[in-house]
């Protein structure tokens, strides 16, 4: 099966611009999440999703992140305006809600953030 | 409480040794216990995981040990092999309506051939 796709890959912003990623998860999973990883850090979530419905958002910074998941498929993860500390890689993950495979959690290759 | 702390920061290990990453966490709830393993430029990948009610799980050379009473857990990779050289994260789950995973800061490990 296909895994969780992402894209850019690469971005470079100046302080201030908006930016925003796409997230395409696996093929029939339910929940969606998105990640920061900041160099050296491990994974920190941001939101979470169930079909697309938010389950966790307490750790996204509201006042300039936003996120939505499209009719339960595709996510877009959106800074508006970037500051110098969201340089970080920002990484999808899909988990599917069958019972007893809710914590796996399946990454895609994630979309390195560089704010100057 | 909802942290897990992860030691040692960086492992250099000789090809064909053992690697061990350590695990320790607060909160009694959590009740899956995965490894990840991430290489540059990729996402973490699953390795292996625990539940909280067995003490020990071997998937070929890496095994998970598991002390309930501790709230601590870690990672044995035998033989140790160069292609092993890799970010290694421990985590945390539990369902809080979802599964909620807390990562731990992460292990690089470099296996010298």
Avoid at chain 1, 8 to 29: L, M, T
Avoid at chain 2, 10 to 30: D, H, M, P, R, W
Wanted: hydrophobic content about 35%; overall charge positive.
């Amino acid at each position: 099966e296909a895994g969780v796709a992402q894209s850019p890959r690469y971005k470079i912003i100046e302080k201030r611009q908006s930016v925003a990623f796409w997230c395409n998860p696996i093929s029939g999973h339910a929940t969606l999440y998105w990640y920061q990883q900041i160099l050296g850090q491990g994974p920190k979530l941001l939101i979470q999703f169930q079909n697309n419905g938010v389950v966790d958002d307490s750790q996204l910074p509201k006042d300039r992140f936003s996120a939505e998941r499209l009719k339960g498929v595709d996510s877009t993860l959106k800074i508006q305006p970037a500051k110098l500390e969201d340089s970080a890689v920002y990484l999808c993950a899909s988990s599917s809600a069958r019972q007893g495979k809710g914590n796996e959690q399946f990454f895609g290759p994630g979309t390195r953030l560089t704010v100057l | 409480q909802q942290q897990v702390k992860q030691s040692p920061q960086s492992l250099i290990v000789q090809k064909g040794g053992i690697s061990i990453i350590n695990c320790a966490y607060e909160n009694t709830a959590f009740d899956y216990f995965p490894w990840y393993q991430q290489f540059p430029g990729k996402g973490p990948a699953l390795l292996i995981a625990i539940r909280p009610d067995v003490s020990e799980k071997k998937e070929g050379r890496f095994t998970i040990s598991f002390n309930k009473s501790a709230k601590q857990f870690s990672l044995h990779i035998m033989d140790s092999q160069p292609g092993d050289s890799a970010t290694y994260f421990c985590a945390a789950s539990l369902y809080t309506g979802g599964f909620k995973t807390i990562f731990g800061a992460g292990t690089r490990l470099f296996v010298k051939a």
